[in-house]
């Protein structure tokens, strides 16, 4: 059973830098860094294949980026210039199955394993 355990949130001044981590046990085709605020749906922030194909939201575009050490089997978020509008929970989720398609990459409905979360708060 595949499980992903996230770390490295926190609050922050609007503009700093902040990494999230993401471990994985087992193995999978599709993971995904995703957020959610009080209120609002949760939102794929990027989604990455296997083979490290990426999609962003238009949102993290800009200022974040996705990565994977396998080695530590290990996905990682960077989040540069961070905004009061990130503040969110952070969720490293995977997909059971399916093939690829950028666009469904930023599916939330396409993630069926979670993890835990992890708060960011920025302030600004």
């Known amino acids: 059973q595949l499980q992903l355990v996230e770390s490295g949130g926190g609050s922050v001044q609007a503009g700093e830098t902040l990494r999230l981590s993401c471990a994985v046990s087992g193995s999978t085709l599709f993971i995904a860094w995703l957020r959610q605020t009080p209120g609002k749906q949760r939102e794929v922030v990027v989604g990455i294949d296997v083979i490290n194909r990426t999609n962003y939201a238009d949102s993290a575009k800009a200022r974040f980026s996705v990565f994977k050490d396998p080695a530590k089997r290990t996905l990682y978020l960077q989040m540069h210039n961070l905004k009061p509008e990130d503040t969110a929970v952070y969720y490293c989720?995977?997909?059971?199955?399916?093939?690829?398609?950028?666009?469904?990459?930023?599916?939330?409905?396409?993630?069926?394993?979670w993890g835990q979360g992890t708060q960011v708060t920025v302030s600004s």
């Open positions: 989720a995977a997909a059971s199955g399916g093939s690829w398609d950028a666009q469904s990459l930023l599916n939330p409905a396409r993630y069926d394993i």
